[in-house]
Every structure is written in C-alpha cells, then in structure tokens.
C-alpha cells in the first residue's frame, strides 16, 4: 500500500523564475511531479559527474571511490 505524503511548504521565487518553472511542466503535471523529475535528473547528473571523475583516478582504490561516492 503506498501512502500519500502531503504537506504545504512555500517556496520564494522570482517572477522570472516561476515563469521558467512553469514553461518546464508538461500538460496536466503538478509542480511537485516537475520538481520531482528536476531532483531526480540532477542526483543522475551529480552520480554520473562523480563516476567520470572516479574514471579519471584509475588509480584510487576501490573503498575511497565508493567513500567520495556515498556508497
């Protein structure tokens, strides 16, 4: 059973900023699913920052990539 979070947080925006926000959300999407899908491409971004960088030190080893990395 999956269970619903909800709770009402006010988030300060520049008129220019929520404009660019809105202009982002697809047709019937909430901004909590636009932010949502914003988060979740950013974590994917910082992990495949981070993989690339670990790529580059070939020669670190495994246990203090897996430390810089969170894993």
């Known amino acids: 059973m999956r269970t619903t979070e909800i709770a009402v947080?006010?988030?300060a925006l520049k008129p220019s900023t929520w404009?660019?926000?809105s202009n982002l959300r697809k047709p019937g999407q909430t901004f909590d699913d636009?932010?949502?899908s914003l988060i979740?491409?950013?974590q994917k971004?910082?992990?495949m920052n981070d993989l690339d960088?670990?790529?580059?030190e070939?020669?670190?080893p495994w246990s203090k990539a897996a430390?810089?990395?969170?894993?």
């Open 40 to 42: 979740t491409a950013e």
């Open 34 to 36: 636009l932010v949502g």
């Open 53 to 56: 960088e670990a790529a580059d």
């Open 19 to 21: 404009e660019l926000l």
């Open 45 to 47: 971004q910082r992990l």
């Open 9 to 11: 947080k006010r988030v």
């Open 67 to 71: 430390k810089r990395l969170g894993l």
């Open 58 to 60: 070939p020669s670190i």
